[in-house]
Antibody, heavy 117, light 107 residues
Framework: EVQLQQSGPELVKPGASVKISCKTSGYTFTEYTMHWVKQSHGKSLEWIGG????????SYNQKFKGKATLTVDKSSSTAYMELRSLTSEDSAVYYC??????????WGQGTTLTVSS | DIQMTQSPASLSVSVGETVTITCRAS??????LAWYQQKQGKSPQLLVYAATNLADGVPSRFSGSGSGTQYSLKINSLQSEDFGSYYC?????????FGGGTKLEIK
């Protein structure tokens, strides 16, 4: 069974950085692209970017270039997203989502990020 | 970027009714469209892919249709577990944008 287990809620100060993790199991980690999606409170979903765990190749939404950095650790089958220079606009729930064919077949449970002083 | 316009934004319906949610793309997306269901406090779940194909385990009361720029999700005989939010998403190029969502509430 495919499982995506995300790290817990984060409370960080403006200007700081945060790294969210998505630990996977139940499939071959290097086989499928991992994506990250942002959902601001009460709002819709935004694709941040995706990473190919096999070669580390990334694709970013232009809106999040410079804000988000996607990485993976193949040894632990874990994907990471680092967000920098945080502001209140970055407060949201962030999801990792797996593409086995084209669509987002599997989703993590979400990580709530709160940016506040 | 391709814009996805979803309507209605909210809908108040009763159990047993039939509802249709629509999604319009700003350009032809050649049926590269998915629908997701999201319940309060939970992550989205894939319902329909390639515009018309039900994901594994999705009840047959759900159906997707459409082509070109116009797509719809129909739910026959609504059940209590169907209430929540629904989102469309295109997969024709990058970024794969989502619609604004439709919140389905109990009347």
């Amino acid at each position: 069974e495919v499982q995506l287990q995300q790290s817990g809620p984060e409370l960080v100060k403006p200007g700081a950085s945060v790294k969210i993790s998505c630990k996977t199991s139940g499939y071959t980690f290097t086989e499928y692209t991992m994506h990250w999606v942002k959902q601001s409170h009460g709002k819709s979903l935004e694709w941040i970017g995706g990473i190919n765990p096999n070669n580390g190749g990334t694709s970013y939404n232009q809106k999040f270039k410079g804000k988000a950095t996607l990485t993976v650790d193949k040894s632990s089958s874990t994907a990471y997203m680092e967000l920098r220079s945080l502001t209140s606009e970055d407060s949201a729930v962030y999801y990792c989502a797996l593409t086995t064919v084209v669509y987002f077949d599997y989703w993590g449970q979400g990580t709530t990020l709160t940016v506040s002083s | 970027d391709i814009q996805m316009t979803q309507s209605p934004a909210s809908l108040s319906v009763s159990v047993g009714e039939t509802v249709t949610i629509t999604c319009r793309a700003s350009e032809n997306i050649y049926s590269n469209l998915a629908w997701y269901q999201q319940k309060q406090g939970k992550s989205p779940q894939l319902l329909v892919y390639a515009a018309t194909n039900l994901a594994d385990g999705v009840p047959s009361r759900f159906s997707g249709s459409g082509s070109g720029t116009q797509y719809s999700l129909k739910i026959n005989s609504l059940q209590s577990e169907d209430f929540g939010s629904y989102y469309c998403q295109h997969f024709w190029g990058t970024p794969p944008t989502f619609g604004g969502g439709t919140k389905l509430e109990i009347k």
